[in-house]
């Protein structure tokens, strides 16, 4: 492996990460063979969503002490809307959604709601590799 393979493949996990839905096609597009895309498709994913847990983790720990001191509600109308999104399609709504709106909305909102769970971050996982094998095979096969 030659530093030129290592580089490609990390700026390829990180497109994957910021903009999971179209890395298959770009991929496939610039020559990439479709189990490398779909490799780095799900490694940009998976990346993102065990990097992304602690962050969100202390982000709404630092947010909800930040609101009870300045003495701010709750529940507001918007968190009440959030809240019926998040009954109405639970986790796996959240994980199937998480592949249009991508790996850190994704996260961001399952991490959010359902961090107390265990299957939380498997589910996503299982979530991101679906989409990323769904959308590398119609780039692969739009390419025939």
């Known amino acids: 492996m030659d ?13 994957s990460f910021v903009k999971f839905i179209i890395m298959p096609s770009t991929a496939i597009a610039a020559g990439m063979d479709p189990w490398s895309a779909f490799g780095h498709s ?8 065990i990097l992304m847990r602690p962050v969100i983790r202390r982000l709404f720990d630092w947010r909800s002490r930040v609101r009870r001191s300045k003495g701010k509600p709750t529940f507001t109308p918007g968190r ?39 299957l939380t971050l498997p589910v996503m996982i299982a979530s991101y590799v679906l989409w990323s094998a769904a959308l590398t095979t119609l780039s692969a096969l739009a390419l025939i």
Do not use: H
């Not at 530093?3 to 497109?15: H, P, R, Y």
């Open 42 to 49: 799900v490694a940009g994913a998976v990346l993102g969503l």
């Open 80 to 118: 009440r809307r959030i809240v019926r999104i998040k009954q109405r399609f639970g986790l796996v709504g959240i994980a199937f959604l998480g592949g249009v709106v991508g790996v850190p909305v994704g996260a961001f909102l399952a991490f959010k709601y359902f961090d107390n769970r265990a």
């Open 3 to 15: 530093a030129t393979f290592i580089l490609e493949s990390i700026g390829w996990v990180g497109f």
